[in-house]
Nanobody
C-alpha cells in the first residue's frame, strides 16, 4: 500500500509560481510512474502531467505545457510539480497519483490507470 501526501499549495497572484511536492511511502518508489491531476469545483478531474518510473519520460497536458515541469527523485521518494506563469484558470485542488509500472518508460494520463492517490492540495491563483 502506497501513501501519498501532497504539499506546497497556496494562494498566489497571476504570473507567480508554486512548487508542489508529493511524498510517497509504503512502496518501492522507483517502481511507480507518477502523475499530477487537478480538479476545480464543478469540473472533472483533469490530467496535468505524468512521469515514468525512471523519471526520464514526461508528458504534459496542452494547457500547462511550457509552464509546468514534473520531476521525480527516486532517492527521496518524491515527485514535484514546478508551476510557473500561473493563471486564474489553474485554480484547483491538485492531486498526485501513483501507478506501478513494469515498463520503465511507460506513462499514462488516464486517471483510472492510477492505483494510489493523495488527498490533494489547494492552489488558488488570484487575478
Amino acid at each position: 500500500q502506497v501513501q501519498l501526501v501532497e504539499s506546497g499549495g497556496g494562494l498566489v497572484q497571476a504570473g507567480g509560481s508554486l512548487r508542489l511536492s508529493c511524498a510517497a511511502s509504503g512502496g518501492t518508489f522507483s517502481q511507480y510512474a507518477m502523475g499530477w491531476f487537478r480538479q476545480a469545483p464543478g469540473s472533472q478531474r483533469e490530467f496535468i502531467a505524468a512521469i515514468s518510473r525512471s523519471g526520464i519520460n514526461t508528458y504534459y497536458a496542452d494547457s500547462v505545457k511550457g509552464r509546468f515541469t514534473i520531476s521525480k527523485d527516486n532517492a527521496k521518494n518524491t515527485v514535484s510539480l514546478q508551476m510557473n506563469s500561473l493563471e486564474p484558470e489553474d485554480t484547483a485542488v491538485y492531486y498526485c497519483a501513483a501507478r506501478r509500472n513494469y515498463v520503465a518508460s511507460a506513462i499514462t494520463k488516464r486517471p483510472g490507470d492510477y492505483e494510489y492517490w493523495g488527498q490533494g492540495t489547494q492552489v488558488t491563483v488570484s487575478s
